[in-house]
């Protein structure tokens, strides 16, 4: 029950946002923390662009975080982006994956991390068939679920079969664009299988952290 309320507090506050106005001011707020932080750890002025479907600030305001702050041994990336040149600049052991290829061999080029490319095959996951990267998953304890392209109910419903396979007991899972109804359904499903908490960023979009215990200061992020 505690864990449907925050999903619904998340669609809540964004909308409730968009008419307040109060979106614009959590986002400018996450974007000055951001790149303040990045500087910090980097030396170098931040040149990310979170402008119509890339990463927002809030996101890679907690990616940053997570990252430098977390015990976190390897990162899985679905869906690749700005996200994937701020895991190439805190220069991590990550591996992104997309289905475009022509959007992969695009961001091969800019980053040094394994950039793979994995199309969509249709599979059976969690009682329904949906599209899934054809992609062999090994170990992670971080995972950004952030592809494929969403969906308005089960969206992204590809990554349980991902997360099943390659998740520890100890993990943490950001699923980006967490105020739409078709991303709760999968973060729901999600937790049916895993005992983990829960913790909701939100800017101008929202993401929804899944966690065990190992990165629970993740609540105070």
Same mark, same amino acid.
């Given at each position: ?84 040149i701020l895991l190439d600049a ?31 095959v249709d599979r059976q996951v ?13 170990? +992670? @304890?971080?995972?950004?679920?952030? &592809?494929? %392209?969403? /969906?308005? $109910? ?8 991902? !997360? ?10 950001? +699923? @980006?664009?967490?105020?739409?109804? &078709?991303? %709760?359904? /999968?973060? $729901? ?8 908490? !829960? ?23």
């Amino acid at each position: 029950m505690v864990k449907n309320g925050l999903l619904a507090k998340a669609r809540f506050r964004h909308w409730r946002s968009k008419i307040d106005g109060s979106l614009d001011r959590r986002e400018a707020k996450y974007a000055t923390m951001f790149n303040e932080a990045f500087r910090s750890k980097t030396g170098e002025a931040p040149a990310f662009y979170p402008t119509a479907g890339a990463a927002n600030y809030s996101l890679l305001y907690t990616l940053m975080r997570c990252l430098t702050e977390l015990p976190v041994s390897k990162t899985l990336e679905l869906g690749m982006g700005q996200s994937t040149i701020l895991l190439d600049a805190l220069g991590v052991d990550a591996v992104s994956v997309d289905h475009e290829k022509p959007w992969v061999e695009r961001m091969a080029e800019q980053v040094k991390h394994p950039c793979v490319h994995a199309p969509l095959v249709d599979r059976q996951v969690h009682g329904y068939s949906v599209p899934c990267y054809d992609f062999v998953a090994s170990q +992670f @304890d971080m995972v950004l679920v952030d &592809g494929p %392209q969403g /969906t308005p $109910r089960r969206s992204r419903w590809c990554s349980l079969d991902v !997360l099943d396979k390659c998740l520890g007991e100890e993990f943490i899972v950001i +699923f @980006d664009d967490a105020a739409r109804k &078709g991303e %709760q359904d /999968t973060v $729901r499903e999600f937790m049916t299988r895993r005992n983990a908490e !829960l913790h909701l960023i939100q800017g101008s979009d929202a993401q929804i952290i899944a966690y065990t215990p190992k990165f629970a200061v993740v609540k105070y992020f």
